[in-house]
C-alpha cells in the first residue's frame, strides 16, 4: 500500500537514528558523504595535475559527480563515479535498517569505544580489500563505518564540549578518543519543556566528558541508567524516562538541533580524514580507482577464454583483435580503465589476472596457449563466475568458447552474480557449439539426441546473455575477429540502450523506440538465423532487410550477427521483425542521457537496497538520472524482455534539484523484465527537439521471486584458516515444501552448508554455512558467497550474495614514524637559482609489520628511498627541490596500511646569504581540516622555474556547505 511509502519516507525524515537518509533543511547521511567524496576525489586530481606540472581547476559553481570528473579529465568516468557514490551512499543508509538495534552502529547507549572498533576495524578491512583491487567489497564497508563515523558528532556530546575539529583519534585503532562517562555517572537533566539546550550537565561539560544518548523504539522495552541522557526524538521510547528530552544533532528541529550544522560541518570534515586515510594508503591514482575515476573509459575489457586445444585459432584471433582494440584505444577517451583475462578449460579455470597496464595485458593475452581438454565440454560457467566476481561493476564481458559447459549446474550462480553486478556478457562461439560435443556424441548416441544436447547447450547460452543484456554470436573461426571488432564497440561508457529484446519462438512482431537530439552513433544489433526485419524511420521511410534506404549508413552480416549503423534522425522510430527462430533485438547509441536504478526492500525497520530479486508486489525503485539538470523523468515501466507485457509504476517523489526518483510499483513481473524510463529533455536547442521524449532501457534482466534468502552479515572478515559461520534464512509466500539449498564461492574455499530446508506455505527457515580460507591466502582477497535456494520443482529461485574480505589478525596499529636527520638549503629570494634538499629516517618500531611504501605527495623534486638497517626497519629518505618548491609532503605507508603523512618546507631569505628558516612538520595520519577543502572555480598552478608555486586558497571544511546547494525533497 502506498501509505507504507509515505510512512518509510517520514522515517528517514526524522532522522531516528542519525542525520536521516532525505535532504531537507539539513545535512543528511547522503550529502555528508556526497561532500566528502567529491571534495578528496578533487583534492586527489589535483595533486596528480599538480605532479605532472599542469593545471587544475576547481569548478566554478558547485561540486558534483559531473563537475568533478570534468575538472579530473576524466568526463567519461562520470556515469561510473556517480553509480560509486550513490552505492556508498546507499550502503550508509542500510545501517539504520539493518543495524537499526545495534547502539555500537550509533554510538548510542554510550558504547563510543565500541563505536570507534567498528570504525578502525572495517578501515582496515577497507585498505586491505583496496590494495587487492577488491573495490566492491570496499565500497560496502566504505559506506557502513562512514554512517557510524558520522553518527559520533551527531550522538554525542563532543560539540557540546566545544570541539571544533574532528576526533582524529576516532579512524585510529587503540587509540584514546576521550574521558567518557561511566555507568554511574549522571549526564543529562529534564529539558525545560521543548528547550534541552542546557540538559547536559555542567560538571560533564567542565571536566570534558564524553557521554551519548540511550536510544529505543517505541513498542519496545525502553530503559536507561539512572540520569543518563536519551537520544530523543518521536521515536525514542526512553525520551519520555527521567531525565526527559534527548541531545541528538540529527535535524534543525532535533533536541539539539541549534547545533545540527555544527555537527554536520564536523561529520564532513571526519569522513574527510577517514577518506585522505584510505588514499594515503592505497595511492593517489589506486583512490580514483576505488571511486571510478578514469582519464579514459570508465569500462574495463574482461576476456574469459577457453584454451582447449581445439581452441587454437580462437586464440589467435582474440590475440589479434585484443591488439587491434588496444591500440585503436590507448591514449582516447574509449581507452579501458582495467583489462581483465581468466582462461579456462578442462578440469581448470583460472586465475583472474587483472592490470591497467595496455601493453602487459597484451603480454597475458599473447601467453595464452591450447593445450589438453579433449573432447568433452569446458569450465565456462566456472570462469565466468569468476570474471563476474572479478570485475568492476557495470562491465561488459566477451567469453571465447566452442564447445558447451560442463559446469551446469552453476547457471542460477552466475545469474545471481549478473544481475548484482548488472554486468553484460556476450558469447563468441566458434564451430555452432560443439565440434567437441559432436565428435563425442555422435560415437556414442543416437542423432535426435545429440540434437537435444546441442539445442539444450545453446539454450543455456542464449538465457545467460539475455539475463545480462549481452548476446550469443555463432560465428566461423574465421570469422571471430570480425564480429568480435564489431561487437566490442559496445565497450564507450557513453554507450546506452534504447530497445532490446529476445525471442525464444519467433513470429511477426513490432517494436518502437524514441530517439532524442542527444544521440549519435545508432547501431541496431540483431542475432539470430534467417531474420528478416523492416525498419521505418520518423519520416515513415522503410528499409528492409533485401534493400537499404537513406537511413542506414551501412549494413552487415557475420555469422548470425546482423549489424545496422543508422543516420540519427530525431523521433519515433519502428522495428518490424519476421522470424520463426529465435533472435535478439538490440538497439543503441552514445548519449550523456542515462540512469542507474536500485530496488528497495521492506524489513523491520524500514525500508533497504534489496540485494537480490524482488518481491512480487509493493515495492519501491530508485532510479538515478544522469543529465539531471536538464532532463526529468515522466515514466518508469517494468517491460517483459521475451514479452510484451509492461507493468507502469508510480512516481512518489524526486529529489529536488538532483536526479534521484522513487518509484512504486504494486507488482512486479514473476517473469524476467527490465527497466524503461521515459522522459522530458528540457534544455533542447531547437523548438522541435523540445517536444521529442527520450527513453532509456537497463540492460539487466530481473524476475520478482515469493522467495526470499537473507544471508546474515556477520561480519566482513574471512580469517585465514579459522571456519567462519554463516547463517541465512530462506521465507516463501507462496507453498511450502522441501527447498534444495546450494552455495558457491568463487576462489574454490572449503564450504559447507544444509542441501535442502523444508518450510511450511508462507513459512521460513534457518539454515548455516560454513567457509574457510586456507592459511595461506592473501591479506585483501575477494571472496563472494552465493547462497542460492529453489522452490520444489524448480518453479522459482533466489540468492543472497556475502562479499567477504580476507583477512589475518592485525597487531601493528601504529603508523610509521619520520625522523629528520639532515636539513640543508642556500634558497635566496631568486628561487630558480637554488636547491634544497633533506634526509629522513623512516622506521615503523619494532614491533611494526615493516614499511610497505613511500611515495611523493606533494613537492616538485626528487624522492629516493633506501634500506640502511640490516633488518630493514629503517629506510633513509632523501628529497632534493629547487626553491620554487618550498614545500613536501611524503607518504609512508606500512604493511598493514597505517599511514604518516610527513611535511616540510623551507623558506627563502631575501640574502642568499643568510640562512633559510626551516619548517620540518610531521602531520598526523590524515590531513587536517582546514587544508581540504579548495575554493570554488580556483585554479591550482604548477610551480615553474620562474615564478613561486601557486597553492590554492582552502577555506576550513566548516565552510564546505557553501559549495553544494542542498536538495530537498518533493513529495
Keep these: 500500500m502506498l501509505w507504507s511509502v509515505w510512512l518509510y519516507l517520514l522515517y528517514l525524515q526524522s532522522g531516528a537514528l542519525g542525520f536521516g537518509t532525505f535532504p531537507g533543511e539539513y545535512f543528511n547521511h547522503q550529502t555528508i558523504t556526497e561532500r566528502a567524496l567529491l571534495n578528496v576525489t578533487a583534492q586527489v586530481c589535483r595533486a596528480l595535475a599538480l605532479a605532472e606540472g599542469k593545471d587544475f581547476t576547481f569548478p566554478a559553481q558547485s561540486f558534483t559527480a559531473k563537475s568533478i570528473a570534468n575538472a579530473c579529465e576524466a568526463p567519461k568516468s562520470y556515469k561510473v563515479f556517480l553509480a560509486n557514490i550513490v552505492f556508498i551512499q546507499n550502503m550508509n543508509a542500510a545501517v539504520d535498517v539493518r543495524r537499526l538495534f545495534d547502539a555500537r552502529y550509533h554510538f548510542s547507549d554510550e558504547l563510543l569505544r565500541e563505536g570507534q572498533s567498528l570504525i578502525t576495524d572495517g578501515l582496515s578491512v577497507v585498505k586491505a580489500a583496496n590494495k587487492k583491487q577488491n573495490f566492491v567489497a570496499a565500497r560496502s564497508i566504505l559506506g557502513e563505518i562512514l554512517h557510524t563515523l558520522q553518527d559520533f558528532y551527531s550522538h554525542s556530546n563532543w560539540v557540546e564540549l566545544g570541539n571544533k575539529f574532528p576526533n582524529v583519534n576516532m579512524i585510529r585503532k587503540n587509540a584514546n578518543i576521550g574521558n567518557i562517562a561511566d555507568k554511574t555517572t549522571a549526564t543529562c537533566r529534564s529539558c525545560n519543556g521543548d528547550d534541552c539546550s542546557n540538559n547536559i550537565l555542567e560538571e560533564i561539560i567542565a571536566k570534558n566528558i564524553l557521554t551519548s544518548g540511550y536510544f529505543a523504539l517505541e513498542d519496545f522495552p525502553a530503559t536507561k541508567p539512572t540520569g543518563k541522557c536519551s537520544h530523543g526524538g518521536f521515536f525514542d521510547a526512553t525520551s519520555s524516562i527521567e531525565p526527559k528530552g534527548g541531545i541528538n544533532k540529527d535535524t534543525v528541529d532535533s533536541s539539539h538541533g541549534y547545533l545540527h550544522m555544527e555537527a554536520a560541518d564536523l561529520a564532513i570534515a571526519a569522513t574527510s580524514q577517514l577518506l585522505e586515510d584510505i588514499r594515503g594508503a592505497s595511492g593517489d591514482r589506486e583512490f580514483l580507482q576505488l571511486m571510478g575515476i578514469s582519464k579514459g573509459s570508465s569500462k574495463a575489457l574482461c576476456f574469459v577464454v577457453d584454451t582447449t586445444g581445439s581452441m587454437g585459432d580462437d586464440i589467435a584471433a582474440v590475440q589479434n583483435v585484443t591488439s587491434t582494440i588496444i591500440d585503436s584505444k590507448v591514449g582516447t577517451e574509449d581507452e579501458p580503465s582495467l583489462y581483465i583475462l581468466v582462461p579456462f578449460n578442462d578440469p581448470d579455470f583460472g586465475p583472474l589476472i587483472k592490470t591497467t597496464d595496455a601493453e602487459v595485458f597484451k603480454g597475458y593475452i599473447n601467453s595464452l596457449t591450447p593445450s589438453g581438454g579433449g573432447d568433452g565440454p569446458g569450465m565456462s560457467l566456472s570462469g565466468l563466475q569468476l570474471a563476474l566476481t572479478g570485475s568492476p561493476p557495470n562491465s561488459e564481458i566477451f567469453l571465447f568458447t566452442d564447445a558447451p559447459a560442463k559446469d551446469k549446474y552453476l547457471k542460477n550462480t552466475v545469474i545471481a552474480l549478473i544481475e548484482q553486478s548488472k554486468t553484460v556478457v556476450n558469447f563468441m562461439i566458434t564451430n555452432v557449439l560443439g565440434s567437441r560435443r559432436r565428435r563425442q556424441a555422435n560415437r556414442s ?180 538520472l544522469l543529465e539531471a539538470d536538464s532532463t526529468t523523468v515522466t515514466e518508469v515501466s517494468l517491460v517483459e524482455s521475451s514479452g510484451s507485457g509492461q507493468i507502469d509504476g508510480f512516481l512518489v517523489g524526486r529529489v529536488q534539484g538532483g536526479g534521484q526518483y522513487l518509484v512504486w510499483f504494486d507488482k512486479i513481473p514473476s517473469v524476467e523484465f527490465v527497466v524503461l524510463v521515459k522522459g522530458q529533455s528540457t ?77 511450511e506455505s508462507g513459512g521460513s ?53 619520520c625522523q629528520l636527520v639532515s636539513l640543508q638549503s642556500n634558497c635566496s629570494g631568486n628561487c630558480n637559482q637554488s636547491m634544497w634538499e633533506l634526509s629522513v629516517e623512516v622506521s615503523d618500531g619494532e614491533n611494526g609489520t615493516g614499511i610497505d611504501r613511500i611515495s611523493l605527495r606533494e613537492g616538485d623534486g626528487m624522492l629516493n628511498s633506501n634500506m640502511t638497517t640490516a633488518n630493514g626497519s629503517v629506510t633513509l629518505v632523501s628529497y632534493n627541490a629547487s626553491c620554487c618548491s618550498p614545500n613536501v609532503q611524503i607518504v609512508v605507508v606500512d604493511r598493514v596500511g597505517n599511514v604518516d603523512v610527513c611535511s616540510y618546507s623551507v623558506t627563502p631569505t631575501i640574502s642568499p646569504t643568510d640562512s633559510p628558516t626551516v619548517s620540518p612538520t610531521v602531520s598526523p595520519t590524515t590531513v587536517s581540516p582546514t587544508t581540504v577543502s579548495p575554493t570554488v572555480g580556483s585554479t591550482v598552478k604548477p610551480s615553474s622555474s620562474t615564478t613561486s608555486s601557486s597553492r590554492a586558497v582552502q577555506p576550513s571544511l566548516l565552510c564546505l556547505s557553501v559549495l553544494i546547494l542542498a536538495a530537498y525533497v518533493e513529495l
Aim: without cysteine.
Design 445 to 624: 548416441q543416437p542423432q535426435q539426441r545429440n540434437q537435444r544436447m546441442l539445442r539444450s547447450d545453446s539454450q543455456l547460452y542464449r538465457d545467460l546473455a539475455q539475463a545480462s543484456g549481452g548476446q550469443v554470436i555463432q560465428v566461423s573461426k574465421n570469422q571471430l575477429l570480425q564480429a568480435t571488432s564489431i561487437i566490442t564497440e559496445s565497450t564507450s561508457s557513453s554507450l546506452v540502450t534504447l530497445l532490446q529484446t529476445s525471442r525464444n519462438l519467433g513470429g511477426p512482431e513490432n517494436y518502437t523506440f524514441s530517439v532524442d537530439e542527444t544521440l549519435t552513433n545508432l547501431i541496431i544489433y540483431i542475432t539470430g538465423d534467417s531474420v528478416d526485419f523492416t525498419l521505418v524511420n520518423p519520416s515513415g521511410e522503410l528499409h528492409n532487410s533485401s534493400s537499404t534506404g537513406p537511413s542506414i549508413i551501412t549494413a552487415e552480416l557475420v555469422g548470425n550477427l546482423q549489424t545496422l549503423r543508422l543516420r540519427t534522425q530525431v523521433g519515433l522510430w519502428e522495428m518490424r521483425i519476421m522470424s520463426t527462430n529465435p533472435y535478439t533485438l538490440k538497439v543503441v547509441g552514445q548519449s550523456p542521457i542515462d540512469f542507474i536504478f536500485s530496488f528497495m526492500m521492506d524489513t523491520s525497520g524500514g525500508v533497504a537496497l534489496l540485494d537480490n530479486r524482488p518481491p512480487g508486489n509493493n515495492t519501491i525503485l530508485e532510479v538515478t
Design 765 to 817: 527457515a534457518n539454515g548455516t554455512a560454513s567457509i574457510t580460507a586456507p592459511s595461506t591466502s592473501q591479506s585483501g582477497t575477494g571472496v563472494t558467497l552465493t547462497i542460492e535456494a529453489e522452490a520444489p520443482g524448480g518453479a522459482d529461485t533466489n540468492y543472497g550474495v556475502l562479499r567477504l574480505t580476507v583477512l589475518p589478525k592485525v597487531t601493528d596499529f601504529s603508523p610509521p614514524v
Design 683 to 759: 534544455n533542447s536547442t531547437t523548438s522541435r527537439a523540445s517536444s521529442v521524449a527520450f527513453q532509456r532501457q537497463s540492460t539487466t534482466s530481473l524476475r520478482a521471486s515469493t522467495l526470499t534468502v537473507t544471508v546474515s552479515d556477520t561480519g566482513s572478515v574471512l580469517e585465514p584458516g579459522t571456519p567462519l559461520l554463516v547463517p541465512f534464512s530462506v521465507t516463501t509466500t507462496g507453498d511450502g515444501g522441501n527447498f534444495v539449498i546450494k552455495a558457491t564461492n568463487d576462489q574454490g574455499f572449503d564450504l559447507t552448508f544444509p542441501t535442502s530446508l523444508t518450510l
